[in-house]
């Protein structure tokens, strides 16, 4: 098997979210800016774990050679930002629509290999994937600055 580093991760999560119209500027870790004058979609890794590679592991069993395979989980941040907080009503207005077009993204991804993200072996990398979302009110550069957006926390697994 052969890994794929955090920057292919964020560069295939990018370009998989910058194909869609609705969301016009999305940008990876190594892109991340102390100001957001329009609404914007930031990707960056959040934290992960690996699991020791032992000789039962249900993975050893579907190799040819029954080699063990390490598993590992990436956690994600998809911080969606969709405008400066000023009145609930028209801040959901702002967020609603962008919040479906990542939605309609993570639901499109329904075959390997997802976000089309190949390991150095050409298999898909990502073996499953799973996401949650949370409402949020960013502070963001200048605290009294806040943004209305969306937290999506998008869990990975590699094996």
Known sequence: MGWVTYLQVGEALKDTFAAHASLTHVLDADELRENIDEPTLQIYPESGAVDVATRTDRTTFGTATHTPRRQAEQVWHLDL???????????????L???????????????????????????????????????????YGDPGTPYAGARYTLTLRFF
């Open 81 to 95: 930002y969709a405008r400066q907080r000023r009145h609930i009503g028209e801040d959901f207005a702002a967020l």
């Open 97 to 139: 629509p962008l919040m479906d077009a990542v939605e309609e993204i993570l639901s499109e991804q329904d075959a390997k290999p997802f976000f089309g993200l190949l390991d150095g072996d050409g298999l898909s990398a990502i073996q499953a994937f799973s996401w949650q979302w949370q409402r949020v009110a960013f502070i």
